[in-house]
């Protein structure tokens, strides 16, 4: 039987590609009694992650998509997400680009986190071009997905400030660590 704390929270999908710390961490939150979220299924296009060990771990229902066609991949995951009667979608590292149509269908209802200071630094290779630019701050975004990559509005940030000594891998795990905290704060703030 489900506990009682997770009765009526949101039923949530998190979709993932990489290593799933921001997935680990979700999960994390969402047995606590603030969080208004569940995380009733994970997606991944990948089965070479080990993060899929953390949805085994919690007992969370898991799918592998292959993206080799995008549209049929999609309509698969449209029918799980119906099945589990998903309501919200956090993207965690997640490395395909969901269509238009998929988009529309979940709006305003996927959110995505994002390793820099949006607008600043869409796309891929964040901390190396913050640091080749000799910024000072580098930081997450939680953002509402949009077809537009990385465009959607922003719903909370955190700056992380760049030392001399600081490469790509340094300021990678410093905006990590931020990124644990930054998701659920997102979350919280939707919802409350
Ligand atoms: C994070 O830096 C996230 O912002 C980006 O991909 C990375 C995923 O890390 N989109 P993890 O798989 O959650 O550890």
């Keep these: 039987m489900e506990k009682l704390i997770g009765l009526n929270k ?7 590609s990489g290593t799933g710390s ?14 208004p979220i569940a995380i009733n299924l994970v997606i991944s296009n990948t ?9 085994n771990q919690n007992k969370i229902k898991k799918k592998v998509l ?3 066609n995008n549209s049929i991949a ?12 998903i309501k919200f979608i956090c993207l965690a590292g997640f490395m395909k680009i969901l269509s238009k149509n998929f988009i529309k ?4 209802k996927i959110i995505n986190i994002h390793p820099s200071l949006l607008p600043k630094y869409k796309g891929l290779n964040t901390h190396e071009r913050a640091i080749k630019n000799k ?9 509402y997905v949009t077809s ?9 940030q955190k700056k992380v400030k760049i030392t001399a000594k600081d490469n790509s891998t340094s300021l990678a795990k410093k905006v990590l660590k931020q990124e644990h905290k930054l998701y659920p704060t997102a979350i919280l703030k939707i919802f409350n």
């Design 22 to 35: 921001n997935l680990k961490n979700l999960i994390k939150f969402s047995k606590t009694k603030k969080s």
């Design 66 to 68: 292959n993206f080799r």
């Design 135 to 143: 910024d000072k701050f580098g930081g997450c975004s939680v953002h």
């Design 105 to 108: 269908k979940f709006n305003g």
């Design 148 to 156: 537009k990559l990385d465009s959607g509005k922003i719903i909370i």
């Design 74 to 85: 999609e309509k698969n995951i449209l029918k799980f997400l119906d099945r589990e009667k």
């Design 10 to 16: 949101i039923r949530t999908a998190v979709f993932i």
């Design 47 to 55: 089965n070479k992650t080990k993060a899929l060990k953390y949805a």
